[in-house]
């Protein structure tokens, strides 16, 4: 696992889910849980970044369309994966490594996932090559961006060593 200098997280289905019955994403606070096996196999990382020599740098890569729908606020959006991200790492973001989509689906977007702009863009604040890069995520177009940009890709499942029968 640690050939990767980089490691970029996918948020609903991945380190989060949605209280709420029937609702796909969070819209606002208090309508999403980190998943239970989160926060211990995310501490056993160094994640100091790629620069030092046993450090893995971070990101999130996350589809908002909900903004896009009118659901809520580009705003809002960013503060909850923020919010999922202090949580799950135990510790702020340096500011740029949490990026999302707020576009609807099939808008055209160039960030939306299985567009792989998003992922791009974090490669680049790194200053890392594809081949250094794990994306992890639950959807096929989750994988897909992590085709389209190069790097590979991991279902959270197995990441977290989850069963998916199982899943909350």
């Not at 949580?87 to 740029?96: I, Q």
Request: glycine share 10%.
């Amino acid at each position: 696992m640690m050939k990767y200098k980089l490691i970029i997280f996918d948020a609903d289905g991945t380190l989060r889910y949605c209280t709420v019955p029937g609702q796909p994403c969070p819209n606002r606070s208090g309508e999403w849980e980190l998943y239970p096996d989160v926060k211990e196999k995310l501490a056993s990382f160094n994640w100091s970044g790629p620069e030092s020599e046993s450090g893995v740098g971070y990101g999130i890569a996350s589809n908002q369309g909900g903004v896009g729908s009118g659901y809520f606020a580009e705003d809002t959006a960013m503060n909850l994966l923020k919010d999922t991200f202090v949580e799950a790492f135990g510790f702020n973001p340096v500011e740029g490594t949490i990026l999302m989509c707020p576009h609807i689906p099939y808008s055209g977007c160039i960030c939306r996932k299985p567009e792989p702009e998003m992922l791009n863009g974090l490669m680049r604040i790194y200053n890392v090559s594809p081949s250094d890069v794990l994306f992890v995520g639950d959807r096929d177009a989750d994988r897909d961006a992590a085709s389209n940009a190069g790097c590979d890709f991991q279902w959270v499942t197995e990441f977290f060593n989850r069963d998916p029968e199982t899943e909350v």
